[in-house]
């Protein structure tokens, strides 16, 4: 049974592509089937999966355009009433690494924002709308079953809309990842906020006799926070840089103390003794990961995670190259033991399950 997981924060910049990018890399090359759901309509993880910086691949991304193989044609059926079900998507495979596949993004998927959230009111309106709370689940779960995936991954728009609400109740996990500064504070103290509501909705639509008789049913609501990712800190003399530990600690805190006791009231996290066979804190870091500085520009031209970068895609030598690769292998560490986290969490969630 595949494994929803949506890395999710309405603050931008703090590396959500860039982490789903990895992590689904470092997850196949344990042997897991990985699909990468593009579900922001900027489609940076689909540029950074399929490369857009040349000529062939703008040509390739066209081709690959013209066929029905993105999140938006995908869930045409239900939001543009085409007399058609929901079929699988016929996902790309990422170049370089064997059982990790795209389902790209689509700059029109945002055209769907308002009908949903219409939907999602739970209002009169929703007889005629019935079909739609449930359709994204649809497309993932029979996307994941046409690809045997053991994860999928679900990159979302920084933003508090129907769309994000929707992907992130159906998901069986969450994660958010974070940067060391004041605004990722604001943005936890925000969700301590928002996510309660949320879940609470989707509670009532499941509860919906009319939605669990939809051509696409809304689910049931499973959703579990598995913990915080804070990252981009500077790194000197082989120790965050003091303002940055500051705004480490005050993320460690703010998840600890607010936002934790607040999704356990919410029935929206795993037993505390499944964290802490994981040796995590209260606070649920389960990784910290400093900037990847000259790094990331390489990993995006080679489509290869940063830790994965060949000596000739590096293309240095001498002591230029001997400190990216002794970078690379702490990446490589960081994002090993994340995935195997993440594994065992998920893996484990039906021994741990508590009941709704």
């Not at 910049?13 to 196949?28: C, I, Q």
């Not at 605004?183 to 509670?203: C, E, H, Y």
């Not at 929206?268 to 040796?279: E, F, K, V, W």
């Amino acid at each position: 049974m595949v494994q929803k997981i949506a890395l999710f924060n309405h603050k931008g910049g703090v590396s959500k592509t860039t982490t789903t990018f990895n992590l689904g890399w470092m997850l196949a090359s344990k042997g897991k089937r990985v699909i990468l759901v593009d579900g922001d309509p900027q489609c940076n993880l689909t540029g950074m999966a399929l490369g857009e910086k040349t000529e062939d691949d703008e040509t390739r991304i066209q081709e690959i355009y013209n066929t029905t193989s993105n999140i938006k044609t995908g869930l045409a059926p239900a939001f543009e009433s085409q007399p058609r079900a929901i079929e699988a998507v016929d996902c790309i495979p990422i170049q370089g690494r064997d059982g990790l596949f795209l389902l790209p993004g689509h700059v029109g998927f945002a055209e769907y924002e308002v009908e949903l959230g219409i939907a999602q009111t739970l209002s009169s309106s929703l007889q005629a709308l019935r079909n739609l709370p449930g359709a994204i689940n649809d497309l993932l779960e029979k996307t994941a079953l046409k690809f045997n995936a053991d994860y999928i991954l679900i990159d979302m728009s920084p933003s508090l809309s129907s769309i994000n609400q929707n992907l992130l109740m159906i998901s069986d996990f969450f994660l958010v990842p974070t940067t060391a500064d004041f605004f990722s504070v604001m943005a936890i103290d925000s969700l301590t906020k928002v996510l309660p509501r949320w879940r609470a909705w989707a509670k009532s639509a499941n509860s919906l006799q009319i939605l669990k008789d939809a051509n696409y049913p809304f689910p049931e609501v499973n959703v579990r926070f598995l913990g915080t990712i804070v990252q981009n800190y500077r790194i000197i003399g082989g120790r965050e840089t003091a303002a940055f530990q500051t705004w480490i600690v005050k993320i460690e805190q703010s998840v600890s103390e607010n936002l934790v006791p607040t999704l356990m009231r919410s029935n929206m996290m795993l037993p505390s003794q499944a964290y802490r066979d994981q040796g995590l804190s209260s606070s649920l870091s389960l990784a910290k990961i400093s900037n990847f500085n000259s790094l990331i520009a390489l990993s995006q031209d080679h489509r290869t995670p940063v830790y994965a970068l060949t000596p000739r895609q590096l293309q240095q030598k001498g002591i230029v190259l001997e400190a990216n690769q002794q970078k690379q292998e702490e990446f490589r560490k960081i994002f090993s033991d994340l995935a195997d986290k993440i594994i065992t969490l998920s893996s484990g969630s039906l021994a741990y399950a508590v009941s709704a």
